[in-house]
């Protein structure tokens, strides 16, 4: 079936840092992949998209390339801030033969970015 | 442009009781669908909408009902509570049609969270 597997938090990172979370996936035919970002109290919100291979998504400063050899989208961003301290959610959406967009999502990474 | 929109957004039930909780969906999407995210972990697929049919389920049990009305608003009801039903029920809707199917991206709402004691 299909899987989505992220790196455990939380993510520990003091401003400015370098943030990588990585991800990877488990999936019959071509997903497209998702990060999804939480933050406290709030639903998800969708940062970044990749629907085929060698696609890069980027939003606010961060960024995922869709590497279907190695079955990876993995998130980065260069410089991140207090502000970027969230849960971050991996997700694919698959298709079957009678629907469609589902998303499957990862476990979550939590990032806590401190002054 | 509004957003999707959910209520309520907290609720405390009793063992056995039954909820209804309501999606209101962005704007121009016919696509809906419903997440339950347990505390600390991802959320899981219930059951998508599509043009007012069900347009897949996920691995929960009959008792998880919803509907979609002509406006592609949505409802979800949970019949007979259990404890393990206490989470935050996420609607999310989508633009979808049927020659880009799943390559949207899905807005969610806040979310409504159900307490069962």
């Known amino acids: 079936g299909n899987s989505v597997t992220q790196m455990e938090g939380p993510v520990t990172l003091s401003e400015e840092a370098f943030l990588t979370i990585n991800c990877t996936y488990t999936?019959?035919?071509?997903?497209?992949l998702f990060w999804y970002v939480q933050y406290p109290g709030e639903g998800l919100q969708l940062l970044l998209k990749?629907?085929?291979?060698?696609d890069k998504g980027s939003n606010k400063g961060f960024e995922a390339t869709y590497r279907k050899e190695t079955t990876s989208f993995h998130l980065e961003k260069g410089s991140v801030q207090v502000s970027d301290s969230a849960v971050y959610f991996c997700?694919?959406?698959?298709?079957?033969?009678?629907?469609?967009?589902?998303?499957?999502f990862g476990a979550g990474t939590q990032v806590v970015v401190t002054p | 442009e509004t957003g999707v929109t959910q209520s309520p957004t907290h609720l405390i039930k009793t063992r056995g009781q039954q909820v209804t909780l309501r999606c209101s969906s962005q704007?121009?999407?016919?696509?809906v669908s419903w997440y339950q995210q347990a505390l600390g972990q991802g959320p899981q697929f219930i059951f998508q909408?599509?043009?007012?049919?069900?347009?897949g389920r996920g691995n929960f049990p009959p008792r998880f009902s919803g509907l979609q009305f002509p406006n592609y608003s949505s409802e979800l009801n949970v019949n007979a509570l259990e404890l393990d039903d206490s989470a935050l029920y996420l609607c999310?809707?989508?633009?979808?049609?049927?020659?880009?199917?799943?390559?949207?991206?899905?807005?969610f709402g806040s979310g409504t969270r159900l307490t069962v004691v």
């Open positions: 999310a809707s989508s633009l979808e049609s049927l020659r880009d199917r799943g390559d949207y991206g899905y807005t």
């Open positions: 999936a019959t035919g071509y997903p497209s």
């Open positions: 990749a629907t085929k291979a060698d």
């Open positions: 997700a694919l959406s698959y298709m079957t033969t009678d629907s469609w967009g589902k998303l499957q």
């Open positions: 704007s121009g999407h016919n696509t």
């Open positions: 909408y599509y043009r007012e049919e069900e347009n």
